[in-house]
């Protein structure tokens, strides 16, 4: 009996081997501050294509989208607070 994964989870592997070798490359680049834009950037694709995936999002219906789409709102709550906090200190990183 032969075995064989599915199509998408195949591609979504190099898809994910691929957005690995451009995160190593990108990071030895000096690109000044887009350095994280373009670090965010990429993870976020990587993010969306996990979901899509493994999580099955692409074969769901309007629900279990609109959960998983208030779970990455969440995050991006969650990841744009700690940027304003960063981002307003006046003495960080301390001396």
């Not at 979901?51 to 969650?78: H, K, P, Q, T």
């Amino acid at each position: 009996m032969n075995w064989y994964p599915p199509r998408a989870i195949v591609l979504s592997w190099l898809g994910l081997l691929a957005l690995l070798g451009i995160t190593v490359l990108t990071a030895y680049q000096p690109l000044g501050p887009f350095n994280t834009v373009a670090a965010l950037t990429i993870a976020t694709i990587k993010a969306l294509l996990i979901a899509a995936v493994f999580m099955e999002l692409r074969d769901r219906g309007g629900l279990m989208l609109a959960f998983a789409s208030a779970g990455f709102f969440w995050l991006a709550v969650m990841v744009w607070l700690a940027f304003s906090d960063y981002a307003t200190r006046t003495n960080f990183p301390p001396p």
